[in-house]
């Protein structure tokens, strides 16, 4: 630590650390722009000057930008001094020069970063009465609305969308105050992280265009604390609403989870909760539509309940709340995971090895610190995107180490780091059959079948540690980039093995396992992550229940005859003619869900289920972490949560345990108590009656506004609040104005500080947690007690006149619920299949041919695209695209017309 003196006044900082940084930290207001604290510093804007004293007896010092200035002891320094202010008052009103006078008409007025600073410099005024320079916008895709007039040069952009994310197709065009941010030409920005632009841009140049349909201020927006239901990772987000509709998404902040960012399909993907497909009404077949509602409804589900012999299929996509209920009101013995019998067991197994094997589980932020990474099986661009963008800043660490600190020069001054790091990158290895685009970061990819990948994971483990069983029959070049990676992770001071199921090969998951074991041996702080389906695919393998074709077979068998599936499209998890028979074979079919599909028009009785927006609950991601999500608006009375429909028939049905059930609280309890393994979910956030000086949290900031004129066309006056029985939350702008428990903070907002860049206040040190802690409760820890798995697979061999397909992952049209937003409709890809080149040539199929096929008795015609990398006797097809079937990958394709293999596969470095 070290004591600085600001404006007189001693204070206790971390050394290290940069001055602007620092005075953040303690809660002092100081202007600036180009900085920000996931990026460091460069010094471009020259808006956060300061004074800087020698020392006491100085009474003049200079002028220091204080982001560029490092933190020493017994320093001693100015913010309030005249010539500072000054100075700062000067850049603003340069910057201003050109800025238009469009605050009324920007989307970013009212929370603009650049509002609050020219408030903060007291910069009323404007000198400038000649012509200002203007620039002709682009077109930037469905996610960006682009407004170049608006631009004040502070780099942030280019910084974040180039050297942070990684993106090649935005950049910084000519020189001076004449320089353009943008495309070389019109076009959708290519980069899956994109969107992070409308929040990196302290002005209004790059503006969320979902939000810009809906013509809506933030002010005006009613806010909850959420968390992302498009993979497993659980990014936490903030929801925001107007007259009933879901208008936005943005981050919320957790230092261990997404930090300041988010992906293109966590903060575009959420129109699918104002689709047109949406349930709204309860439907019972054997009545009139307009003879059902809420109470005829339910009194029709718990007669067939009744006089059936009952089981439930659970969904990686709903809340832990509603499949414990599920599982309470039909039998532990009845209860189904609802996902394909592949997922089951590799979720299973990711679940054994987190909680058995010796290496713990890390956060994102911890990913970020591992200086030597083994990816094997996973595209994490399309299947854990956040993952992605983490181990892109991963790659930095050991030349950090290695170069910068020798060099004594701070991290946080990013200009210097990288000129002197230029092209060097840390150790990463990648195993996969297909490319992704952390390729180019790589120091070795390898592209090869599953079984090779596999191969290739059990060699290296072997090579750590020698108790892991050994692989025979490795070409030279395996063995030698075995070696090379086993020395890379054992070198490394934080080394990190991800894997996960996305390549339905449970064998590639034991690799990953026995290299974590392997390094753990060698006492190694090594840690493995390990991706899987979807959001809370962990959480319900940690429920416990059976699989998917277990439920069929009961329902054929004549062992059941009534089924109820929640938040399920079954025609998702099997395939077409399998659901139809089972669901054919069905007496009767409840089905909660919020959207209409397939599975949903087979339903006797459809109980119209919340989505995300209009429900509270919990999620477990993929390293165990449990986190709340809370409705963000009230529903009408026939739309509520999955667990709260089910409550309510277990209640008709007289269930004791259910019964006696008063709210949202006896029900968490009574789930934690039942299951040891979700305990800790009791902690992860205040009970429904938590209150700050006797007051709720509210939901809708001070500012907001309309709220009778919202409902003048039924009632002039103003109708009272509903309440919200299962939080602390109020749906009103009256309530606690400090800051409440980070798990339930609803936006961020303190005086001067309109924007997101807000978060600051709200950080024990920025860039670092939030005060109180981060949202979340980890579930899961290490016992160290497995031991290595010796299930090496054997080397794959082609089959003639067949394929092996395997399954490819799309971050635009994998996942169901983003697949119905507008916005990322258009970026999802046409159905194809893809094959090997060489296997093309052979074929006699050019790109974009028909190629026919089958699986287990599902036809498949699809156009080719060809791929170098896809091994010979292999194929990928979509997984979950629009348009293409569902089929359990990896599998045997058989092809329409005999195919004559000539060579073995050849593995590709």
């Known amino acids: 630590m070290a004591t600085i003196y600001i404006d007189n006044k001693p204070y206790e900082v971390k050394a290290g650390k940069n001055l602007l940084e620092a005075c953040l ?20 804007c020259r808006q956060c000057a300061v004074k800087v004293y020698r020392d006491e007896n100085d009474t003049k010092g200079k002028l220091f930008m204080s982001c560029m200035e490092q933190v020493r002891d017994n320093m001693r320094v100015s913010i309030a001094d005249m010539e500072a202010r000054e100075f700062r008052a000067h850049v603003i009103g340069w910057l201003m ?58 780099y942030r952009c280019v910084r974040y969308y180039k050297d942070y994310a990684g993106g090649k197709d935005l950049d910084v065009f000519a020189a001076h105050n004449h320089l353009y941010f943008g495309r070389a030409e019109d076009g959708v920005l290519e980069s899956e992280f994109s969107g992070n632009l409308a929040e990196v841009c302290p002005t209004g140049v790059f503006t969320d265009k979902t939000l810009k349909q809906h013509y809506t201020r933030k002010w005006d927006l009613t806010m909850a604390p959420s968390v992302c239901h498009h993979c497993s990772v659980g990014c936490n987000t903030i929801a925001g609403e107007r007259y009933g509709t879901l208008r936005n998404i943005t981050n919320r902040y957790n230092g261990e989870v997404n930090g300041y960012f988010l992906c293109d399909r966590g903060r575009f993907g959420y129109e699918f909760v104002n689709s047109a497909a949406r349930v709204r009404k309860p439907l019972v077949r054997s009545q009139l539509p307009e003879a059902s ?49 592949v997922d089951h067991d590799l979720v299973e197994m990711a679940l054994h090895i987190l909680k058995e094997g010796s290496a713990r589980t890390p956060s994102l932020q911890e990913v970020e610190k591992a200086d030597s990474v083994f990816i094997l099986g996973e595209d994490l661009t399309n299947t854990a995107p956040m993952l992605a963008l983490a181990v892109r800043q991963s790659v930095r660490q ?176 099997a395939s077409a003619a399998t659901v139809t028979e089972f669901l054919d074979s069905c007496k009767q079919i409840l089905v909660l869900d919020h959207l209409h599909h397939a599975t949903t028009e087979k339903a006797n009785i459809l109980l ?34 999955s667990w709260h429909w ?150 794959f061999v082609p089959l003639g006149g067949h394929l092996y397909m395997l399954p490819l992952h799309h971050i635009f049209g994998s996942e169901e619920l983003s697949n119905q937003s507008p916005p990322i409709m258009g970026r999802i890809p046409a159905p194809y299949v893809a094959i090997n080149t060489a296997d093309a040539i052979r074929m006699k199929l050019d790109e974009g041919d028909l190629l026919s096929f089958s699986i287990e008795g599902q036809a498949y015609q699809l156009p080719v695209k060809t791929s170098h990398t896809i091994p010979s006797g292999t194929a990928g097809l979509p997984n979950g695209l629009p348009g293409v079937p569902f089929a359990e990958l990896p599998a045997w394709a058989i092809l329409n017309r005999d195919i004559k293999w000539k060579q073995q596969p050849q593995t590709t470095f």
Not at 120 to 147: C, S, V, W
């Open 97 to 154: 020069t050109n800025h238009p006078h469009d605050c009324a008409v920007c989307d970013e007025g009212g929370s603009c970063h650049l509002q609050d600073m020219t408030v903060m410099t007291g910069h009323n005024y404007r000198a400038y009465r000649f012509d200002k320079r203007t620039y002709i916008n682009q077109y930037l895709g469905p996610f960006l609305n682009h407004e170049m007039n608006r631009c004040i040069q502070c």
């Open 25 to 44: 930290s303690l809660g002092l207001d100081l202007p600036y722009f180009c900085y920000h604290p996931a990026m460091g510093s460069i010094g471009a």
């Open 398 to 573: 050991q030349p950090l180490l290695e170069q910068v600190s020798k060099a004594n020069i701070p991290v946080w001054q990013d200009a210097a780091v990288r000129e002197l790091v230029q092209t060097e990158k840390g150790p990463l290895f990648i195993a996969h059959y297909t490319t992704s685009k952390l390729d180019e970061l790589a120091t070795q990819t390898y592209f090869d079948t599953p079984d090779a990948i596999a191969r290739l994971g059990f060699a290296v483990a072997n090579f750590i540690h020698p108790d892991s069983p050994e692989v025979h029959g490795l070409t030279e070049e395996e063995l030698g980039l075995a070696q090379q990676i086993a020395n890379a992770l054992l070198a490394a001071h934080n080394p990190l093995v991800i894997s996960g199921t996305s390549s339905g090969n449970e064998r590639i998951l034991k690799a990953a396992a026995n290299i974590a074991n392997a390094l753990a041996a060698r006492e190694k702080s090594a840690v493995i992550s390990l991706v899987v389906p979807e959001c809370n695919s962990m959480g319900l393998a940690m429920l416990g229940g059976h699989k998917l074709e277990s439920a069929f077979e009961a329902v054929l068998n004549g062992y059941a005859d009534t089924v109820i599936i929640l938040e399920n499209d079954l025609y998702r998890r």
């Open 293 to 341: 509602d809420k109470y005829t409804a339910l009194k029709a589900a718990s007669s067939a309940i009744k006089a059936g012999r009952v089981i439930g299929i659970g969904s990686p996509r709903a809340s832990l709340e509603s499949n414990y209920v599920l599982k309470k009101l039909v039998g532990e013995d009845n209860f189904h995971h609802g996902v394909s019998d």
């Open 646 to 795: 089910l409550a309510e028939l277990g209640t008709i049905m007289a269930d004791e345990q259910i019964s006696n059930w008063q709210g949202y609280d006896d029900l968490v309890k009574s789930m934690a108590e039942e299951i040891p393994a979700l305990r800790g979910v009791k902690k992860n956030a205040p009970s429904s009656d938590f209150r700050v000086a006797g007051q709720r949290i509210p939901r809708a900031p001070h500012r907001f506004s309309g709220r009778t004129a919202m409902h003048a066309g039924f009632n002039v006056s103003e109708p009272k609040p509903p309440t919200d029985p299962d939080s602390p939350l109020s749906y009103t702008m009256e309530g606690y104005r400090g800051q409440p428990p980070s798990s339930m903070i609803p936006f961020f907002w303190a005086p001067g500080w309109n924007s997101v860049q807000a978060t600051n206040k709200y950080q024990q040190e920025v860039g670092g947690h939030l005060k109180g802690g981060d949202p979340g409760v980890r579930l899961i820890e290490p016992a160290g007690t497995a031991a290595y798995s010796l299930a090496v697979p054997q080397k």
């Open 608 to 641: 119209p289920a919340a989505p995300f927006s209009e429900a509270d609950g919990t999620l477990v991601n993929n390293e165990g972490r449990a986190q709340r999500f809370f409705q963000v608006y009230p529903t009408p009375e026939e739309i509520q949560e």
